[in-house]
Nanobody, 128 residues
Framework: QLQLVESGGGLVQPGGSLRLSCAASGKSLDTYAIGWFRQAPGKEREGISCISSSARFTYYEDSVKGRFSISRDNAKNTVYLQMNSLKPEDTAVYYC?????????????????????WGRGTQVTVSS
């Protein structure tokens, strides 16, 4: 059974960086597109990035474009989210999830119902 575990969260000052990891066990990730989502207190979960199984295609939510970068190492069964120039509004619990397909749905990649398996999340807090 596929299990996803996020790590790398923590407390960082505005302008700082973090790299989140999404490690899988029980099944290979190399046939799945992977999405990163986040949920801030009192807000709905939002999709922020997606990477296709081959890593050829990546997508980003507008507020993180140019600051966040998604990548994957299929040999390590791990997907990463490099987050730079962090802002207080990036504070949230961050989740990774496997998409239903090997590709990110062009117009729906940010929707939770496009994904099947979810990790339990890692907290990111951006504060001075």
């Amino acid at each position: 059974q596929l299990q996803l575990v996020e790590s790398g969260g923590g407390l960082v000052q505005p302008g700082g960086s973090l790299r989140l990891s999404c490690a899988a066990s029980g099944k290979s990730l190399d046939t799945y597109a992977i999405g990163w989502f986040r949920q801030a207190p009192g807000k709905e979960r939002e999709g922020i990035s997606c990477i296709s199984s081959s890593a050829r295609f990546t997508y980003y939510e507008d507020s993180v474009k140019g600051r966040f970068s998604i990548s994957r190492d299929n040999a390590k069964n791990t997907v990463y989210l490099q987050m730079n120039s962090l802002k207080p509004e990036d504070t949230a619990v961050y989740y990774c999830a496997t998409a239903k397909y090997s590709y990110c749905s062009t117009y729906a990649w940010g929707r939770s119902d496009e994904y099947d398996s979810w990790g339990r999340g890692t907290q990111v807090t951006v504060s001075s």
